[in-house]
């Protein structure tokens, strides 16, 4: 059967956690004897989203050696205790090229988690044509290529996604494994509308035309404070979309459209964003007309976004610090309405 549409719902992504850890042994990975305790650094390892990986490589591999790196060695403690014994702790400032380049050194295989940063970590996937994060970005690739480390990220920002495959030769070149935008979405996502794409060939249904991503977050969708920063400096970016080829450019969280994501989630009002996926899945899939559309809940947030992308000048919401300050402000706000509104995820990809 063809897919004319994919479907991922996560009701809750606390839920799959709790899920992956009650069943840890079944889902533990069986890894090559050269790998298998091999040395792996999460960069931003003291977040929410960071530390989150870093607990389940622990469970999934029990025996890999896990760096957490991070400005703040309290958390980090914190985090290795959380661990066991193989793991520890290395202080990294984004800030000094050569500690971030001293704990890469060290490595044979390293994860990179680049994270919106919140709070008092280092966490990256925000890219800046200047500043920590485009240094982290060619620091980590160079010695990718040099020391030859697999490398995995998690950015969902387009200009650092593009910035990172810059680095394909070095990494064709070394015979190594490097994969950008690894997250849900995009990262799944893209996976989806490679699947529909494919299914569609297969059958022999043509071409597709279009791809359209819709993406809804109830609150902040068990991501905290990350999921704020990225919407908010997302509301700064011109959306970049194609149209029978052609490349247009929108204003952000505009193009409202009324989504069903299935069965409880239900019909939710989604808006226009600038995500790397489209730009992958023109450019890598061939598909003439991509868009992106994001929506969260309650409604009223979708007001505010509306609203803050109206009355404030797109310089403001591109100043990471500005950014920041409207995540304090907002977040406990957000985690108060959370606890009626609930915490879910959900994604289609439709063609």
Not at 15 to 32: H, K, T
Not at 175 to 180: C, E, F, G, V, W
Not at 322 to 334: G, R
Request: charged share 20%.
């Amino acid at each position: 059967m063809v897919m004319a549409r994919a479907l991922l719902h996560l009701k809750s992504t606390s839920g799959f956690a709790l899920a992956c850890a009650s069943q840890e042994s079944q889902y533990r990975v069986q890894l090559p004897d050269k790998s298998r305790s091999a040395r792996v650094l999460v960069l931003g390892g003291t977040g929410r989203v960071g530390g989150s990986t870093a607990t389940a490589l622990s469970k999934l591999c029990p025996d890999l050696q896990i760096i957490i790196a991070g400005r703040n060695r309290e958390k980090g403690a914190s985090m290795v205790a959380t661990l066991g014994g193989r793991s520890e702790f290395a202080e990294v400032n984004i800030d000094n090229v050569k500690s971030l380049e001293a704990a890469l050194r060290v490595l044979r295989l390293k994860l990179c988690q680049f994270l919106s940063r919140c709070g008092s970590c280092s966490s990256y996937c925000w890219s800046f044509p200047t500043g920590r994060e485009m240094h982290c970005s060619g620091s980590c690739h160079t010695y990718q290529g040099e020391k030859k480390t697999a490398y995995i990220d998690v950015c969902d920002d387009t200009t650092y996604a593009c910035r990172a495959k810059s680095f394909k030769t070095r990494a064709v070149a070394a015979n190594i494994p490097a994969i950008t935008t690894a997250g849900i979405y995009p990262g799944v996502s893209n996976v989806m509308a490679a699947e529909l794409v494919r299914a569609s060939r297969s059958e022999s249904k043509g071409e597709p035309e279009r791809l359209r991503f819709y993406y809804y977050t109830a609150g902040s969708g068990g991501a905290g404070p990350t999921i704020l920063a990225t919407s908010f400096l997302l509301l700064g970016e011109e959306v970049v979309a194609y149209n029978k080829g052609e490349t247009i450019k929108l204003k952000p969280y505009s193009g409202m459209l009324n989504i069903d994501f299935g069965k409880g989630i239900g019909k939710r009002d989604v808006y226009l964003l600038n995500l790397p996926e489209v730009r992958s899945a023109h450019e890598v899939l061939g598909v003439p007309t991509v868009s992106a559309r994001f929506g969260t809940a309650p409604f009223f947030w979708n007001w505010a976004m509306e609203a803050m992308t109206s009355l404030l000048p797109a310089e403001f919401l591109r100043d990471r610090s500005k950014v920041q300050e409207l995540v304090q402000l907002f977040d406990p706000v957000v985690r108060s309405v959370d606890k009626v509104a609930g915490e879910r995820v959900s994604m289609r990809v439709r063609y």
